[in-house]
């Protein structure tokens, strides 16, 4: 594995969160008249240009903690940390975070026993707040070989704030496709065989077929078919997750497909870290600008951490 590829996907992942941090709860078709094409300053945060949010400071709480090996409770110590203290926030303090990851990391700071037990398992608790954090996992998993094994060890890193199916089952998806377009393939050839890995998958559980064929137009269709007005900037995770994978599967840059996430409108910066997330990984870090490089905040601190990460890949 690529050292570069894990920077380029922290970095992507930030970058695309912070492109959507200006504007995030703005319509679609305000950002039709006035479209992102950059870093923008102020705005629904009031928060200078290249901030990240929540989504990018959880993701690297996660990385952070793995740099120590696989440990729940390390990775929901973290998260506190950054609840509390502003740990891995774009400025040390915390501007913004989900009423369900609010929730579980209560529960875990009443009870720091089983971080992997405090997430929601309402149907109602399937906003994007787990999705928005599983990026390292793509990495961390790379040479498991056992499918049932990253399930699970997506299940419980989810689980720590999101623990109903269609929250793990979202990010299994991104992982399980992060981990093909790590191997080399080609989006497209990738797109298809997670389709089939996934099902195959799906075959060997007794998951709920209801939940399960709420993901068919990713795994039974073609996403990058949809239509626009059917592709969602919601904070629902099936939302989240079939945007990022219709923007990455439509646009041929790095930069095309965070400014379409961005620009779907909504929950803005979530959309633009998963589908940045990828597009990092997928296209490199030559393909991202360096103009938002070097404005995005705590520059210098992801990219040691994707070093430090890396060293500490199993």
Request: proline residues 2%.
């Amino acid at each position: 594995m690529e050292k570069e590829k894990i920077k380029a996907a922290f970095l992507g992942h930030a970058i695309g969160d912070a492109l959507g941090v200006p504007v995030e709860f703005y319509n679609r078709s305000d950002l039709k008249l006035n479209p992102v094409t950059g870093f923008r300053a102020f705005g629904s945060w009031n928060q200078p240009a290249g901030t990240f949010s929540d989504d990018s400071s959880m993701m690297f709480c996660t990385a952070e903690a793995l740099c120590g090996g696989l440990s729940y409770n390390a990775m929901a110590q973290n998260f506190v940390k950054w609840y509390k203290h502003g740990y891995w926030g774009a400025h040390d303090k915390l501007f913004d975070i989900g009423g369900t990851t609010r929730k579980a990391l209560n529960a875990f700071i009443a009870d720091p026993e089983k971080a992997e037990l405090c997430g929601e398992m309402m149907e109602s608790s399937n906003g994007n707040g787990s999705l928005m954090r599983i990026l390292p996992l793509i990495f961390y998993l790379y040479k498991e070989k056992d499918t049932h094994r990253r399930y699970t060890v997506v299940k419980n890193v989810s689980s720590i704030t999101h623990m109903h199916l269609r929250s793990v089952l979202g990010c299994f998806i991104f992982v399980e496709y992060g981990i093909l377009l790590l191997q080399g393939h080609d989006k497209f050839k990738a797109y298809t065989l997670l389709q089939a890995k996934i099902l195959d998958f799906i075959k060997t559980t007794n998951f709920n077929e209801t939940e399960v064929a709420l993901f068919d137009r990713i795994l039974k269709g073609n996403i990058a078919d949809a239509d626009e007005s059917r592709i969602f900037g919601s904070g629902y995770v099936l939302h989240t997750l079939e945007a990022s994978l219709w923007c990455l599967l439509t646009t041929d840059t790095y930069l095309a497909a965070a400014l379409k996430a961005v620009n779907l409108g909504a929950d803005t910066d979530t959309t633009g870290a998963v589908t940045g997330g990828l597009a990092g990984l997928y296209y490199g870090m030559e393909a991202i600008p360096l103009d938002l490089t070097i404005k995005l905040a705590k520059m210098v601190e992801i990219e040691r951490l994707s070093e430090r990460f890396y060293e500490a890949l199993p």
